[in-house]
């Protein structure tokens, strides 16, 4: 099963689910939008069904969101209203979205660069696409860092057979460390990052 078939299926549950740790996800809603004016146009990479992306959307100019789902986008899309016309969601890869040739201010994707195959070479398009001092937010499970403790070995033992019965997406094991050095390594500069909640890393990062 690829990607898209993946979480088209699982789309209808995804978007009844609770967040399971709404502090954390409050707390870096909040830190994302002191990055954010008026005047920005925002990019959200894997948006999912546009929750987060409608709570940026009335800070903004406009954003957009993408999500390799069709599935999720037509649950996005659903949910846009008048308080919200400036959101627009649109069914692409991550590979594709950072491709774009829209001008954006400020790219997002949240628990999205363990889930690709080459996150480096799309933190290395996000870096082209944005203008100079623009802002690429994220927050990324680092399901391999030595902080998640035992848990990280039965993250490993478990997720390729749930792979093969088609329950589980593609997914990478980074560390933070890691991560961090890919996102430099694209040309970022890092000016913001912290575990919100232990198991992800969330980062701010700044266009050199």
């Given at each position: 099963m690829?990607?898209a078939a ?5 789309a209808?549950?995804?978007?009844t689910?609770?967040i399971?740790?709404?502090e ?5 809603l ?6 954010l004016?008026?005047?920005?146009r925002?990019?959200?990479i894997g ?5 987060t992306?409608?709570l ?6 406009e ?12 649950i ?18 991550a590979e594709?979205?950072a491709?774009s040739?829209e ?7 949240f ?9 480096e070479?799309?933190?290395a ?5 944005l203008?100079?001092g623009?802002y690429?937010i994220?927050?990324?499970p680092?399901l391999s860092?030595p902080?998640?403790g035992f ?10 057979p749930?792979?093969?019965?088609g329950?589980?997406p593609?997914v ?5 460390s890691?991560?961090?050095k890919a996102?430099?390594?694209a040309g970022?500069?890092?000016v913001e990052?912290?575990?919100f909640?232990a198991?992800s ?7 050199r």
């Amino acid at each position: 099963m690829d990607n898209a078939a993946f979480w088209d299926k699982i789309a209808p549950k995804y978007a009844t689910d609770p967040i399971k740790d709404m502090e954390s996800y409050e707390y870096t809603l909040g830190r994302t939008k002191s990055y954010l004016s008026a005047d920005d146009r925002v990019l959200e990479i894997g948006c999912g069904t546009g929750s987060t992306a409608l709570l940026i959307a009335p800070h903004v100019r406009e954003i957009v969101g993408t999500d390799v789902s069709p599935g999720m986008i037509r649950i996005a899309n659903g949910k846009v209203d008048g308080a919200t016309a400036n959101a627009r969601f649109r069914a692409a890869s991550a590979e594709e979205a950072a491709r774009s040739t829209e001008p954006f201010d400020v790219v997002m994707g949240f628990n999205l660069f363990h889930l690709v195959d080459r996150a480096e070479d799309i933190f290395a398009d996000i870096y082209r696409l944005l203008p100079k001092g623009g802002y690429f937010i994220s927050k990324t499970p680092c399901l391999s860092d030595p902080s998640v403790g035992f848990k990280r070995f039965l993250f490993k033992a478990m997720i390729p057979p749930m792979q093969w019965i088609g329950k589980a997406p593609t997914v990478r094991f980074f560390t933070q460390s890691e991560l961090e050095k890919a996102i430099e390594f694209a040309g970022f500069e890092i000016v913001e990052a912290g575990n919100f909640p232990a198991i992800s890393r969330y980062i701010v990062a700044r266009k050199r």
